[in-house]
């Protein structure tokens, strides 16, 4: 349900910067002869755009390559977020497995009760459950995610206003140009990471998902891919080019971290000592 949620709060957040994207867009370029400024211009916007260059510069020029290498970066640059979020997230589940007939059992007594009394003594009960075991549901949040968004988002910015990009080019397409084999791309990578997150949330997961979250997941793994295909399609290469490795980069990274975690806890179990 959590990662459910995140998924739901993270689409938003897609969409609201795809949407906004040509009105902010213009807000960092000049207006009337007249310097715009801010801080997320100046302290975002601007060095990401000064290190694409400069990546370029190294490589004679290559904006897609540039594009590439700069991504890595900050998806490396984010990935202790990730790691911190990911571990919170298994600890919370095994948690959770604990204690899960104990939820159940308080859950459908919820459900057959409709006295107000009865019901304000079993959410009690339940808020003492988690208490007794150290869980905090709210601690989860999604603080991890609004702390990288603003460096993901003047990146994308920087790639949009950063005029050397648009006049070159990259393999067979031009990055100022849409292309409609880089769209689908990078449609298929979100697709392969949205699949891929899911099959390994259902193979790990200390805490079996509930029939609605499952369905919830399936429909997210078609939705968001063709969304971002759509987008895609409709604005320079430059950024499905971004998108694609930035896809393929959570990809690797969350089938890193579910094995790594897996093989931890796996040779934990082995080397405890029998009580």
Not at 23 to 42: C, E, I, R
Not at 85 to 95: G, V
Not at 243 to 255: A, K, M, P
């Amino acid at each position: 349900m959590l990662k459910t949620y995140q998924k739901l709060l993270a689409m938003g957040i897609f969409l609201i910067v795809l949407c906004s994207g040509n009105a902010a867009f213009a807000a960092t370029h000049q207006v009337g002869g007249l310097s715009n400024v801010g801080f997320f211009h100046d302290y975002l916007i601007e060095p990401f755009s000064a290190l694409l260059k400069g990546v370029a510069g190294l490589f004679h020029g290559e904006y897609g390559l540039s594009i590439i290498l700069v991504t890595i970066i900050v998806r490396v640059v984010v990935l202790p977020l990730f790691v911190n979020q990911f571990k919170k997230q298994r600890i919370f589940q095994e948690k959770m497995a604990v204690i899960k007939p104990q939820v159940d059992s308080i859950q459908a007594k919820l459900k057959k009760t409709k006295d107000p009394e009865k019901q304000k003594e079993l959410q009690m009960e339940m808020m003492k459950l988690y208490q007794e075991h150290n869980i905090n549901p709210l601690a989860m949040g999604c603080l991890p995610m609004l702390i990288q968004f603003p460096i993901v988002i003047g990146f994308y910015y920087a790639i949009r206003s950063t005029p050397e990009i648009a006049s070159h080019s990259f393999l067979w397409f031009s990055l100022g140009q849409s292309d409609i084999l880089v769209s689908l791309s990078a449609g298929a990578m979100y697709f392969i990471q949205a699949y891929v997150a899911q099959k390994l949330s259902a193979k790990y997961s200390a805490v079996p998902q509930n029939p609605a979250a499952q369905q919830s997941a399936k429909l997210m793994v078609f939705i968001f891919p063709v969304m971002m295909t759509i987008f895609s399609l409709n604005v320079p290469a430059a950024l499905p080019l971004y998108w694609f490795t930035s896809g393929l980069f959570l990809t690797v990274q969350n089938i890193v971290l579910q094995m790594t975690h897996h093989k931890t806890k796996k040779t934990a179990a082995l080397t405890e000592p029998v009580k």
